[in-house]
């Protein structure tokens, strides 16, 4: 509820990007179907509630990890950027 507050409180115009990451359980294949279906759900959920039009969801999988040489439950994440739109 806080994210969507600050988000309603944006007076520019902006591009929220949204990214998932998963860690290297399970195969490469299931693991980007996973980390593209949360990366949707949270952008639907963060488009029925914030007044913010312009959202993109990307899901990497386990292909950007934080920790590259452990197969490490913190290489799992969300990460969400702001980018005001110049006009």
Do not use: F, W
């Not at 359980?25 to 980390?35: A, C, M, P, R, V």
């Amino acid at each position: 509820k806080a994210m969507i507050d600050i988000l309603n409180n944006i007076n520019e115009d902006v591009i929220l990007s949204i990214s998932t990451h998963t860690d290297k359980d399970g195969s490469s294949k299931k693991n980007l179907k996973i980390s593209q279906e949360r990366a949707d759900m949270l952008k639907e959920y963060i488009r029925k509630r914030s007044k913010i039009i312009l959202i993109t969801s990307i899901g990497y999988g386990e292909e950007l990890p934080l920790l590259k040489n452990e197969d490490n439950i913190s290489n799992r994440r969300v990460e969400i950027n702001l980018k005001r739109i110049k006009q």
